[in-house]
């Protein structure tokens, strides 16, 4: 799937906002909300989220990402060598929004929030690419979240493929 199909996916797609101030009137898309109360949920496109969540009304349901949760997510992820842990709804969309609000706070928290970010990635990425050296069905693996599974895909085809061309036709195990 190209790229930006993908972003166009992504950001038309549905998400849970839970309200961080009392809204009288809100019209999105086509669709009138009216006299909702801070604390209150609501499912909303992700492009509607953002715009909310930019103007301070709205915040991702299960909050955003930051440092400590990230953090915690990595150890989690260290702790379980051979299984993937499970990440949160929208997850990788949510870091990259994280990224992009600490480059603006300053550089020593951007690093911090970019380091724990690649390391987690690069362990889920090791976990991936020896599930398809195995060359398992992506619905055997356990919290495998759309992003990953688009790669596991394509990485799975290219083990295949190389297997082929070097004689190991039916794979390593096969």
């Known amino acids: 799937m190209p790229q930006n199909t993908a972003r166009i ?3 038309v797609s549905q998400v849970r ?3 961080t101030r009392d809204v009288a009137r809100l019209r999105i898309g086509g669709r009138e909300l009216a006299d909702l109360r801070q604390g209150s949920q609501v499912t909303l496109p992700l492009w509607a989220m953002e715009k909310l969540w930019e103007s301070g009304l709205a915040e991702p ?3 955003v990402i930051d440092l400590p949760k990230l953090t915690q997510l990595l150890w989690r ?6 299984e993937l842990v499970e990440l949160p709804e ?3 969309y949510s870091v990259a929004s994280a990224l992009a609000g600490q480059r603006e ?3 020593d928290s951007y690093k911090a929030l970019a380091q724990a970010y690649r390391d987690l990635v690069s362990l889920r990425m090791s976990k991936l690419l020896a599930f398809a050296l195995r060359g398992l069905d992506p619905s055997l693996i356990r919290n495998m979240v759309d992003e990953e599974r688009e790669l596991y895909l ?4 290219a083990v295949e493929s190389w297997l082929e061309s070097i004689g190991l036709g039916g794979g390593i195990g096969g």
């Open 77 to 82: 992820e260290r702790r379980s060598p051979v």
């Open 17 to 19: 906002v839970k309200l």
């Open 105 to 107: 706070k300053g550089a």
């Open 90 to 92: 929208r997850f990788y």
């Open 61 to 63: 349901v299960g909050g």
């Open 154 to 157: 394509r990485v799975r085809e």
């Open 9 to 11: 996916e992504q950001i």
